[in-house]
């Protein structure tokens, strides 16, 4: 297939100068809170106070950071036809076979 022109060319970088300083200087920032971050979303949870939500929110987000976020499920059942371009022209059968086993 032929390249788009709008793609780079090979061996030339999209993105010559790197992830952009400030975001690290940011990441690295917010980086310096994280305990007192965690402090505060433990203190909302365990708030009897606080509306549910919150603690809800906040039991979450400590979940989440602990752990990871749980993986989601999707049923990605598709009823309708789906187009597939090929270079070469192929059945129904043939396609199944070659991606479908």
Same mark, same amino acid.
């Given at each position: 297939m032929a390249r788009s022109s709008t793609?780079?060319?090979?061996?030339?970088s999209g993105n010559p100068g790197g992830r952009p300083k400030v975001i690290g200087e940011v990441r690295? +920032?917010?980086?310096?809170?994280?305990?007192?971050?965690?402090?505060?979303?433990?203190? #909302?949870?365990?708030? @009897? @106070?606080?509306p549910a939500a919150a603690r #809800?929110?906040?039991?979450?987000a400590i979940l989440d950071r602990g752990y990871g976020k749980p993986s989601q499920y999707m049923n990605m059942e598709e009823?309708?036809?789906?187009?597939? +371009?090929?270079?070469?022209?192929?059945?129904?059968?043939?396609?199944?076979?070659?991606?479908c086993s």
């Open positions: 793609t780079f060319q090979r061996g030339i690295d +920032l917010a980086r310096a809170y994280t305990v007192e971050a965690i402090e505060t979303l433990n203190s #909302i949870m365990l708030d @009897k @106070k606080a #809800i929110a906040a039991a979450q009823s309708r036809p789906i187009a597939i +371009l090929s270079e070469t022209p192929m059945s129904e059968e043939e396609w199944e076979r070659q991606y």
